[in-house]
């Protein structure tokens, strides 16, 4: 069974940092893709950045290019989302999510809520 476990999130002002950490286990952790979304009230969870595990590759949205950055820990088996610069807009629930590189997402997350005060 494979299981996500967050953590990280809480409340910091505009321009401060946070790091989150996803924690992941039940598969082998080298094979897949994992993912950051964020989702804030009346929307639908949109994906930030992911990285592919295996070959390490990433990609960021334009709204975080530049301020966040996804990294693996192999020893802990954790995807680490570091994001700097915070801007109010960057509030919301944040998920983390894997799945097998090329078929989506299907494994998630109990989501970490970030806060950034103006």
């Known amino acids: 069974q494979v299981r996500l476990v967050e953590s990280g999130g809480g409340s910091v002002q505009a321009g401060g940092s946070l790091r989150l950490s996803c924690a992941a286990s039940g598969y082998t952790y080298s094979s897949i893709c994992m993912a950051w979304f964020r989702q804030v009230p009346g929307n639908e969870r949109d994906v930030i950045t992911t990285i592919n595990t295996r070959d390490g590759s990433t990609y960021y949205s334009d709204s975080v290019k530049g301020r966040f950055t996804i990294s693996q820990d192999n020893v802990k088996n954790a995807v680490i989302l570091q994001m700097n610069s915070l801007k109010p807009e960057d509030t919301g629930m944040y998920y983390c999510?894997?799945?097998?590189?090329?078929?989506?997402?299907?494994?998630w997350g109990q989501g970490t809520q970030v806060t950034v005060s103006s």
């Open positions: 999510a894997a799945g097998w590189c090329g078929s989506g997402y299907t494994y």
